[in-house]
């Protein structure tokens, strides 16, 4: 599977008029091969435009962007390939549904990539049950979908043409608990799988909690933290400097231990401190 790195990437909107803004400086990171990598920081913190340099969608202004060690744009005629290998969802991807039926709209990009169509169907299905949409449903129009619904038959759209590299920007934005639950268990049975790497940008520290292996912390263009999740979330101060801080749970768990709890450091998730709290109470 490829690996996904930045080197001294910057990247700039409005450049040399009196609306410049810098979206990143200098940002150079790599991708855990195999990993579920999140991406978190407030708004303006440069998040988007960094997941829409992976795939090309945007061309950074300074430094290089590379896959398996090799710069996306050196060729730019093959940036199509590049974009199959690094598939890309953007916030809010069921307004992009346009096919008649959700079955069509999924089998779009592997229709597109030239496969025959046994393999397309096959795709389709396999994506289909990644998101948890019925087979009943595949032959259903979008629009008689309920909003979640969408949203897993856009996400499927991607995961069809089976990229080895799955980038999602705010995947669960707007919706309920369990549906958040559902797309997100999705992506990552996904990349489980497949051997896939996954990469979510989310406003969420529960998710970055629940989900992801790696957590890439930004704030003011550029990349102030970044490692597993336990060195991420051991390094409180530091996200509490840019606006963040650790999940509700660990915070529980710290006021708990304050109290004479005997509970473990690390507690990063509601089912972690289940079982700990359990083991406690016998």
Known sequence: MAVLSLER????????????????????????????TGIIGHTGSGKSTLVQLFNGLE???????????????????KMRDIRFRVGLV???????????????????????????????????AEAAAFVGLSPDVLDKSPFDLSGGQKRRAAIAGVMAMRPEILVLDEPAAGLDPRGRDT??????AYGKKTGATVII???????????????????????????TRDEVFAKAEILTSVGLDVPQITQL???????????P??????????????????
């Open 9 to 36: 990437v910057s990247y700039v909107y409005g450049e040399g008029t009196p609306f410049e803004i810098k979206a990143l400086d200098d940002v150079s990171l790599t991708v855990r091969e195999g990993s579920v």
């Open 59 to 77: 061309k950074p202004q300074g430094g290089r962007v590379l896959l398996d060690g090799k710069d996306i744009w050196a060729e730019p005629k």
């Open 90 to 124: 953007m916030q809010y991807p069921e307004y992009q549904l346009f096919e008649e039926t959700i079955a069509a709209d999924i089998a779009f990009g592997p229709r597109n990539m030239g496969l025959d169509e046994a393999e397309i169907g096959a795709r389709v």
């Open 183 to 188: 797309i997100l268990q999705g992506i990552c």
């Open 201 to 227: 940008v989310s406003h969420s520290m529960e998710d970055m909690a629940t989900y992801c292996d790696d957590i890439v912390v930004m704030a003011n263009a550029g990349v102030v933290l970044s490692g």
């Open 253 to 263: 768990c710290l006021l708990l231990r304050k109290q004479g709890v005997a509970l």
């Open 265 to 282: 450091e690390g507690i990063y998730t509601t089912e972690a401190a289940i079982t700990a709290l359990a083991k406690i109470l016998g």
